[in-house]
């Protein structure tokens, strides 16, 4: 693993109508042929992601998209997966190459506006316009804006394009994982019980972001299984100042756990740093009003094949089960399949989220209050039903 997870990349989408240059740009901002350019519009049928560093913006992930102006029942399809992309968008390069007839840009930058997606309007083929200036007059005057000018043909305009990205950077804040609970010296203890479903010989993504994010703080990191959790206490030359446990052994590690140590999970982590942990807990308190009758969305974030023991399709469908009965009932959707109809649902839990950026996440936590599903995650929900949900410390 050399390089950065996408779901700690920030994700750049490219908008615009159909051949004004978006590939080209793409592929004048990362220096290399990653999307295909040709004349004849539409050639861009699906997104084109390219990861790459942009300094100083550091791991990026770059999103190109189809014409929002494509036609006909293809171009319907493509302009569907080019507004899926919003969701999951921390800023927007919206392009142009003329100052006519803008209604299509001005509805999608109030759209952009209205999720408060940071956006730069670009205006390209620089080399083909005649009177620059006036065209930046008339797009500023139509759109609200100063657009950055480009020539994605000659690479003419990238650095302040970079420029630009860096400044509408400055608006999006960036918190520590355990921001709150734990600072430099401080000891920290992971218990990490060795999940089936990870992969041989590496740690889940969770427990790699965690120690990361405590190395860089300066903490004093221990890692121990649930098994020898009482010998690593032991060891220590005082009790930790933060446990951080898989959210499936609370409470064998909340009866261990000293008296003057804190308490939370890697996925109560996820909840604070992908989402809005508030709306997440009140979620999870929504499971005491679920009856029999219940239907509860299971949603995850990655596409693994499930194999015994599935924390979101076996043992929290079984811990409902056990408290509701049989007859309550579950859909599972995984990776980015996602219903647009929730109303049928009563709670929807999702996963910890480690493999989404947490734009896409807080789409999905958006998407339900809207239409008025309470949602949650696997970590609140099993420390909800189990009763220790008050006795977690949040970041």
Known sequence: MNEAPQSLR??????????????????????????????EAGTTSDPVNRAMEILPLGPCLLIDTAGFDDVGSVGELRNERTHKVLDQTDMALLVLDQAKDLTL???????????????????????????????????????????????????DGMEDLRKALVQVTADIEETSLTAGLAKAGDSVLL?????????????????????????????IISCCDVDTLEQSINAMKKPPSLIITDSQVFAQVYEKKPDKSLLTSFSVLMAASKGNIDVLIEGARAIDRLTPQSHVLIA????????????????????????????????????????????????????????????????RIIRAREQGVPITNYGLAIAHVQGILKKVSLP
């Open 300 to 363: 995850e974030a990655c596409t693994h094949a499930p194999m015994s023991e599935d924390i979101g399709r076996e043992k929290i469908p079984r811990m409902l089960r056990k408290r509701y009965g049989e007859t309550i009932t579950f859909d599972i959707h995984a990776g980015k399949d996602y219903p647009a109809d929730l109303k049928k649902y009563d709670l929807i839990i999702h996963c910890g989220a480690c493999m989404f950026n947490r734009r896409l996440m807080l789409s």
């Open 191 to 219: 218990v990490m019980p060795q999940d089936p479903q990870a992969p041989k010989g590496r740690l889940i993504l969770p427990q790699v972001q965690t120690i990361r994010d405590l190395l860089d703080k300066s903490c």
């Open 10 to 39: 920030r994700h750049i989408a490219i908008f615009g109508r159909r051949n004004v240059g978006k590939s080209s740009l793409l592929n004048a901002l990362t220096g290399q042929q990653v999307a295909i350019v040709s004349p």
């Open 105 to 155: 840009e001005k509805i999608w930058l109030d759209e952009l506006r209205r999720l408060e997606i940071p956006t730069v309007i670009v205006l390209n083929k620089s080399d083909a316009i005649d009177s620059k200036n006036k065209t930046i007059a008339l797009i500023h005057d139509e759109l609200g804006q100063t657009p950055v000018v480009v020539s994605s043909l000659k690479g």
